[in-house]
């Protein structure tokens, strides 16, 4: 059995959940050791116990630890299934995360999937749900990946209760690299102004301003929602696509925040990208590396910013799977010679 510290690099949720993806895909029986040892309060909170489980349930694991405030997770996965999935995280963490976690078993799956998690949508220290939807499945369907994301009920924090709906489709063949060193054109800026309904509608408008100052540009497009929310709420997203590249930019209302600044935060991270030559955010850089590990050839990108959790994820990675990870720390490169998986039928995998 394969142990991993949980400690390592930076200590938290991210070596939990990318452990748990490869386990569950590659069906190699593995214990996490010191979960979140890096966090004030350690061990398993509710969205990382919904991963956990989650984790099992699309591969019949046997699970060891999979309790609130658990500092050691066994996972011994067996077979992997497609089907339909419901997760409650209970609390309002993040649901985008928690998908985040099954998405790479299920396209290794022999069936398709409907997955549903009810938690937070849109909170704090995760990407919100029109970020995997705008950013990060654009960025992997280019890789081959089918999958759609449906948010049919949004969620704030402190109380949640929203709902996000995937659909997966098994993969047709291994996972194409992508070459994306230089962006090429660019074909999309979109801001997405998201205000629960019971808020004023200026706000709405007003965060648009704010991001509009920041950016300067007259090229910018938007797209608006209002939802009706558990508890009430606001961010602004800001999504750049590239001919070879995908970036996305988030800020959270909260009480005493003018709207213009809401905006003006995420435009000014806009602007700073845009003014770089990099292909891809950091989040997005990330998030992209489990799927370089699995694809057949060499993937290369350019991120802004190389960060603790992309060199946390390389590590988890390399120690589950046979691959090389290089990253320039000046330029930002990351190039990724992938294993090249074939499709999976769920039982084809060595322990």
Not at 187 to 193: D, E, I, P, V
Request: glycine letters at 12%; hydrophobic letters at 45%.
């Amino acid at each position: 059995m394969l142990t991993i510290d949980g400690s390592w690099g930076e200590g938290g949720g991210q070596v939990l959940r990318t452990t748990l993806a490869m386990s569950a895909l590659l069906g190699r029986d593995v214990r996490i050791e010191r979960v979140r040892a890096g966090r004030s309060k350690p061990g398993l909170a509710a969205q990382h116990l919904a991963s956990v489980r989650a984790a099992a349930e699309v591969c019949g694991a046997q699970v060891e630890g999979a309790r609130m405030g658990s500092q050691q997770v066994t996972l011994r996965p067996g077979d992997l299934r497609g089907g339909q999935f419901r997760f409650d995280i209970g609390t309002a963490g993040a649901t985008t995360l928690a998908l985040q976690t099954v998405l790479p078993p299920l396209l290794f799956a022999p069936q398709s999937s409907l997955v549903a998690i009810d938690g937070g949508t849109n909170v704090l220290w995760s990407p919100p749900q029109e970020y995997l939807a705008q950013v990060f499945l654009p960025a992997i369907a280019q890789m081959g990946v089918g999958a759609e994301l449906e948010c049919t009920r949004a969620g704030f924090y402190p109380r949640g209760g929203g709902r996000i709906e995937a659909r997966v489709a098994p993969l047709a063949g291994a996972l194409r690299p992508l070459a994306w060193t230089e962006r090429g054109r660019l074909r999309s800026l979109t801001a997405f102004s998201v205000v629960e309904r019971r808020l004023p509608d200026h706000i709405v408008g007003r965060q648009v301003d704010g991001a509009r100052e920041a950016l300067g540009s007259a090229g910018l497009q938007v797209q608006t929602a209002r939802p009706a929310c558990a508890s009430p709420g606001t961010m602004l997203m800001i999504a750049v696509g590239f001919e070879r590249g995908r970036a996305g930019f988030t800020a959270m209302g909260e009480r005493g925040k003018p709207a213009e600044e809401v905006g003006r935060e995420a435009g000014e991270k806009a602007a700073a990208f845009l003014a770089g030559e990099a292909t891809v955010d950091p989040h997005l850089a990330d998030q992209l590396l489990i799927y370089a590990a699995l694809a057949a050839g060499e993937t290369s990108y350019v991120t802004s910013q190389v960060t603790e959790h992309l060199r946390t994820n390389a590590w988890v990675i390399r120690q589950l799977l046979d691959v090389e990870i290089e990253m320039d720390e000046a330029s930002g490169r990351a190039r990724v010679r992938g294993a090249g998986l074939p499709v999976a039928t769920g039982k084809h995998r060595a322990r």
